[in-house]
Structures are given as C-alpha cells and as structure tokens.
C-alpha cells in the first residue's frame, strides 16, 4: 500500500495526499490533444483522458486559476462557467508551482521524471539553489530536461505547433527545457495573443497552438485571491476567452487549464527561519517555494532536522525524507538521475501556514500574499475545460 491509498499518520494534516499521476492529471493533456489530433506522441501518456477528434487545437493555460477558485468565483465568468459541468477535474502534481507543472504538461511526464522538482532545487553537483523561472546562473536547459516535448514530437509530424506568451518568454531556459518545439510567438496581452491563436489556426491546414496568460497568478500573489481586483482579472480573461472561442473555426477545439491554484497566507501564519533557531539548526537552506520547500541540511544533520520540524510541525505539515517523497509518490516516478535534486526533506504545508527564510529570500518574495504549492485541493486541483470541434 502506498501514495494516497495508504492510511494518513496521525501527525500529518487531513486533506493532504500525494497527487496521483495514474489518473487524470496535468501530464495527460497534451498527450490527449495530440491524440485528439490523430498522433500517439505520448506514448499512451493520455490515460484516462480522451477527447473528440479535431483537425485543430487550440489549448489555453492560465496561470493560478484552480478548479476551487473557478468554482467559487464562477458567477464572474460566465464563459468558463458553461464549460464546467463538462470539465474535468486535474491533478496539477506535486509541489503546485508554475515551473514543475508548466514542464509537466509540455513533456507529458511527471515531476519526477523530467525533473523540474518546484521553484527552485539544488543543483545536485554544487549544491547551488537554482532558479528555475529566472533560470540565473543555471545549467544547459537541454542537458536540465533532455526528454523531448510533446511540442517538439508534433512538430516532427508536421504539425504547424505555436507557442504564444510573453516576448520575454521565447527562448528563456524554462521555456527551453519544459515547452520547447515549435515557433514562438510573442504577445505583450491576452488579446494580442489571442489574435495571434486566431491567426495559426485558420492559416494552417494542422495546428497546435498553446497560449499561456499569467495575470491572474500575477495578481493573486500581489494582492490575494479575495481581492476585487483578482476578480476583475478573471473576468476580463472570462471575457477574451469567449471572443477566442467564438473566432476559431469549427475544425479546431479549445482547451483550458491551469497549473496550480493558490489560498492567502496572512503573514502573521508564517514562520521565518531567521528568527527561528530551532527550525534553522542543521538547515545548510531551503527553496523558496514557503508552502512546499525542499530542505537541505548540512552533512549528518537530516535525521536531526526531520525530528525537529516534524515535532514543530505535527498537525500543520508532512515532513519527508527524500526516500519516503520518493517511495510515496509525491513526484510521480523519479528518474535516477533527478533524485539528487530532491532535499533531504521536503515539506507540504497543510490549510495554513508557510516557511520563509528571510535571509536569502528576494524581498519581493516576502511580500506575496497568495501563495500554493502544497497539496490543498485549493492548490493542487485544476479545470480541464473542453470545448469540442463541431462534426463535419
């Protein structure tokens, strides 16, 4: 027995299991669209998802808008809302970051296998703690992620693939090693991207086109998922999205998802690690990712740090070993060589709470209200929304 079969230690919180990556989850939904399309590029990686024929595929990733958000805010988005009692409910994988999962739906794989472990790991042959949104100071995206993508794979079979995001975007190392394949596309808005969308479908026999918008991940971090100007965002993307639906042509259909959702975190709930020395004895560091951070320790101290934060954190937290994350499945099946990345403990926070380290963290970090990746269903659970092309 184990992952989210096994029964739950009494020290751990309720609601909080590792993800399960058999059934429908993030890594499944390119795989389906390319099946949609007519090509098995995904290895059977599709699952239990299947979708209708199409000659055309439009998929839409917006950043932060998990199912339980969707759901509670669904009166301010009336589009997406009639494609809800048709949705299906996703797994967004473990840790529920935009890095981890960005690359697990362009390669179809799970976290462990390609390798893209949260916001930031360590890199196993220095030790450095490395960014993977910034990519700063990091190694060969390709060697990183060597796996190709469903992107590139379609793209081998002739189908015209067109990535569209931010110009800043195209070409950066996370782009490189989770989503490359294709030709990119920039778009400085939503509506600009969507224009482009428009564009690559009705100018292409074949197409694949991915459109990722970050507003609402952008806003929900800077001033929280209850604030008014968060709703005001997924209406005007609510709005966008109707016009795209309405201008592809009856061959394509349109697929909406997201990577993680996200809960506030009042700063009063959050423990700081430099002014904690009980929490801090023996930590060498932790990423950055306060909801669900990798925790490494200085040589011979793990065992030591385990006891420590699991007696601090019983009740609030699962506190792991790497081999207990790796037997329990928490990163899906993990690659020989993607295991060194993982920390010597690695933490999922329950309801509440968050673990910082102002030290080493940047200060804009520090300031973020909204915050996911643990796995809450207000973190983990994803839409997959589906509109289907019309029969010939």
């Not at 930031?120 to 995206?141: K, M, R």
């Amino acid at each position: 027995m184990s992952g989210a079969d096994a029964p739950r230690p009494p020290d751990r919180p309720p609601g909080l299991h590792p993800p399960s990556y058999r059934h429908t989850s993030l890594p499944q939904v390119l795989p389906a669209v390319a099946a949609s399309l007519g090509y098995a590029v995904g290895e059977g990686r599709a699952g239990d998802l299947t979708l209708a024929p199409a000659r055309s595929a439009v998929v839409v990733l917006l950043d932060g808008l998990g199912l339980e958000l969707l759901r509670r805010r669904a009166g301010h988005a009336p589009f997406l809302r009639s494609l809800l009692p048709t949705g299906t409910e996703l797994a967004c994988g473990f840790p529920a970051t935009t890095a981890t999962s960005l690359a697990s739906l362009g390669t179809g794989r799970a976290p462990g296998e390609h390798g893209l472990l949260g916001y930031q790991v360590a890199i196993p042959e220095t030790g450095q703690i490395f960014d993977h949104l910034s990519w700063e100071n990091g190694p060969d995206p390709v060697a990183w992620q060597p796996d190709p993508t469903i992107f590139e794979r379609l793209a081998a079979e002739d189908v015209a693939v067109v990535r569209i995001g931010l110009p800043r975007f195209d070409g950066s190392g996370l782009t490189t090693a989770a989503q490359r394949g294709g030709r990119f596309v920039g778009a400085n808005s939503l509506s600009a991207g969507i224009r482009a969308a428009v564009r690559a479908v009705t100018t292409n026999d074949r197409a694949l086109v991915y459109l990722y918008w970050g507003d609402i991940d952008r806003t929900g971090h800077m001033l929280g998922v209850g604030s008014p100007e968060w709703t005001a965002v997924l209406e005007d993307a609510d709005a966008q999205l109707r016009r795209l639906a309405e201008a592809l042509p009856r061959h394509t259909c349109l697929t909406i998802t997201a990577d993680h959702g996200m809960i506030d975190v009042p700063f009063e709930e959050r423990i700081d690690l430099a002014t904690d020395p009980e929490l801090d004895a023996g930590v060498r560091a932790i990423t950055h990712e306060p909801r669900a951070p990798h925790v490494y320790c200085e040589p011979g101290a793990a065992a030591a740090v385990a006891e420590a934060w699991r007696g601090r954190l019983a009740g609030r937290a699962v506190v792991l070993t790497r081999e207990q994350a790796i037997d329990e499945g928490w990163f899906g099946p993990v690659a020989r060589r993607n295991a060194g990345r993982i920390g010597d403990l690695v933490v999922a926070m329950g309801p509440r709470g968050a673990i910082e380290d102002s030290r080493t963290s940047k200060p804009i970090l520090l300031q973020l209200l909204g915050m996911h990746g643990s796995v809450t269903r207000d973190e983990v659970a994803v839409p997959l929304l589906h509109r289907p092309a019309e029969s010939d």
